[in-house]
C-alpha cells in the first residue's frame, strides 16, 4: 500500500514556475515508478509524466515537453514535479500517482494508487 500526498499547488501568471511535491508513505516507496496526472475542468485526466523507480528514466506527454521536470529522492520518499514557463492551458488539478511496473504508461486506470490532487492555477 502507498499513500500519495501532493503539495505546492497555487495560483500563478503565464510564464512563472511552480514545483508541486508529492511525499509517499510506505517503505516501498523506492519499487514504484511515479508519475503525474492532470485534470481540468470538463476533460479527462491526461498524463504529464512519470519517473522509473530508480529515476534513471523519464517520460513526458507532448504538451509539457521541455518545459516539466520530473526528479524523485527515494532516500526521501518524494517525488517532485518542477513546473516552469507555465500557460494558461496548464490550469488543471495535479494528481501524482504510483504503480509496480513500467513507468511508461500513460493510461490512468493502469496506476494503482492516487493522491487527492492540487490545484494549479494560470492567469493570463
Known amino acids: 500500500q502507498v499513500q500519495l500526498v501532493e503539495s505546492g499547488g497555487g495560483l500563478v501568471q503565464a510564464g512563472d514556475s511552480l514545483r508541486l511535491s508529492c511525499t509517499a508513505s510506505g517503505r516501498t516507496f523506492s519499487t514504484y515508478a511515479m508519475g503525474w496526472f492532470r485534470q481540468a475542468p470538463g476533460k479527462e485526466r491526461e498524463f504529464v509524466g512519470a519517473?522509473?523507480?530508480?529515476?534513471?528514466?523519464?517520460n513526458y506527454a507532448d504538451s509539457v515537453k521541455g518545459r516539466f521536470t520530473i526528479s524523485r529522492d527515494n532516500a526521501k520518499n518524494t517525488v517532485l514535479l518542477q513546473m516552469n514557463s507555465l500557460k494558461p492551458e496548464d490550469t488543471a488539478v495535479y494528481y501524482c500517482?504510483?504503480?509496480?511496473?513500467?513507468?511508461?504508461?500513460?493510461?490512468?486506470?493502469?496506476?494503482?494508487?492516487w493522491g487527492q490532487g492540487t490545484q494549479v492555477t494560470v492567469s493570463s
Open positions: 500517482t504510483a504503480r509496480a511496473g513500467s513507468s511508461n504508461v500513460h493510461t490512468p486506470r493502469l496506476w494503482g494508487y
Open positions: 519517473i522509473t523507480s530508480r529515476g534513471n528514466y523519464t
